[in-house]
């Protein structure tokens, strides 16, 4: 840290991230190591007013034993103004939970968003938890699976009374822990979104009764129940059928050890409010699935119904397709990757320009016809409706591959692709056409292919050329995949819009420094552009890049963090920075039009322009078309006349 000698200039918000990763080899003293990193770090708090996250992270140990990790005690009291806190270590002992309970009473009255995880049955509790009057989300989560968390009674009484939670994920929970999570769910009237892993539970009936009381909570999610019965069935009906707010619900729970289908589509068939129902459908009969997807007929509000896991056979798949289609709800229902059967009934009308799905899952393309190929993506390339796609692609490149290379270039409005090749040429193909599209926001691919030199050249050349993708996650399984992250880290030397960047090779090497770097190049631009629209400054930097992300969802996003404007008002800023841009044109490129002097003509010349020509001719230049002073000199140039 010394020799990086950090300087952070970012105005706020900033972030702070300490991993611990020791290397015994190096033949340096862990303890006297992680003082000194320590003291830096605490340093680099007390120093810079722009750090409101704090995270630290401690790597799975691999049955090494690694000492508890703490933050040096002589500073704790310097840390202030922080928003995030995120620990995530090996364990947390009595004295680490100490120190963890002072930074949180110092910052009680700051801190919006705490994470605390650990990998080791722990009995130390937070006793500040239940302070943090100004905390949004809370994510609170144990390794150890046969043992509950000692901060769910502080966390369950904050969430009673909090004026300001939003978010709360506990895993696991105990059974103990149901009726008081359910009663501080009942009183509860700013949370909107809860997870639990409930497991450990023999039963969770009482949080589907507190959720018939709570008018506030938009998400629920629970997590590996195996206890299902007519009871747990019952429950959850009723809930639908009562429940007036909730948006959000996602079962994971074994729903084949009870056929009890009918009671929830009934249920689901009164429910107004649903829009998004995701459930493990795993040896769930498929008549059961079927049940459920009758109340669509009635159901209108339900736009998602997502069955993960359905199994059947040929026959069974086609004659569910047939009704979906017949009910016209092939749109809202989910079944994991549309098969061959499926398809044959309905691929004319999956990607159709009016009654297409939002989201379309495939299996690999070579398993197939060539006409259902055909028909979806020639139909995808100019789709406006699907936003979600899913594809892969096994085999050598042919006309199945083209024809999803060609979907690529001209489609315009798909924000998530999940690719995963396994080709070494497909994947160059479909590489070089991912260059050409604009509208992918969200890249999830899994190369699965040698680093061959033509693959490396078309990964380099996709993160060059790319105008559209702002995040990216890749998985390089090969046992060479290490050797892509050289191209990756030559490609994104010279991307300005990826802001988001997780990488994992086969080995477990992770996103280079290089990778990282520009990703915080990036980030930094983001935030000028949020500046310039706030009017924090005006300069011709800030203008450049509010260009750059100008119309992309990414600036608002992060603007209505940074600034706590709603959506409607962001739009509106937005558009008033637009405003001044145009006006202010000159002023930021630097040309000063009455300088401008022309010899004489029969016709009009720049020099007698108007103030309303001027802004016309503003209005089809970017920033960027008049060089700066420091881009002259970058190139080796004289600053340009104005």
Known sequence: MRTLGLELEESMPGALLLQWSFDAQMGLDQVTTAREASLLASSLLRQHRCIQDLSMIDPYSNGLHRGTPAISKPHLDTVTGLETLHIDVDEIDENFAAQIDAIMERNRSTLKKVHVSDRRRRHSRLRMMESLVACEYIVLKSCISDSGIPDVDSMAKLMGVSTTLKEVSVQPIRQVDVSVIAKALEMSRTLTELSLHVRLCESIEELFGALELNKSLKELSLWGFERVNMRFMRAVASAMENNTTLMSLNIDARLDQCEGMQLWSQALSKNCTLHVLILSCWSVPIAEVSVLCKALRVNKTLKALRLLGVDATNEERTSLARQLLADECYDRVVLGAWTEPCLRILSPVLASPKKSAQMILLPPIGELSLDIV???????????????????????????????????????????????????????????????????????????????????????????????????????????????????????????????????????????????DSVRRNKAALNRAVEFVLRHREDRRGAECFELFVGRSCLMTHLTEVSGLSYVQARHEVGAAEHRLREKYFVLTGIVGRSVSCWPADSTQIDALNADCWRSLASYLRISDVPGDYDSVAKGMPPPLR
């Not at 055909?374 to 936003?387: E, G, I, P, Y």
């Not at 290379?405 to 080709?423: D, G, M, P």
């Not at 999830?444 to 078309?458: F, G, H, I, K, N």
């Open 374 to 516: 055909k028909v979806l993506f020639n139909d995808l390339a100019s789709n406006r409706r699907v936003k979600r796609l899913s594809v892969c692609v096994e085999h050598d490149p042919d006309t199945r591959v083209a024809l999803v290379c060609e979907a690529l270039k001209k489609n315009r409005f798909i924000q998530l692709l999940h690719l995963t090749v396994s080709n070494g040429n497909s994947a160059n193909e479909i590489l070089r056409a991912l260059s050409l599209n604009t509208g992918i926001r969200q890249l999830e691919m899994c190369l699965e292919v040698p680093p061959a030199d033509e693959t490396m050249a078309a990964l380099s050349g996709m993160l060059l050329h790319n105008k559209g993708i702002t995040s990216i996650s890749a998985l390089l399984y090969h046992e060479e995949g290490r050797k892509f992250l050289d191209s990756l880290a030559q490609g994104m030397s010279g991307n300005r819009l990826i802001l988001d960047f997780r990488c994992c090779s086969s080995d477990g090497i992770n996103v280079p420094c290089t990778v990282l």
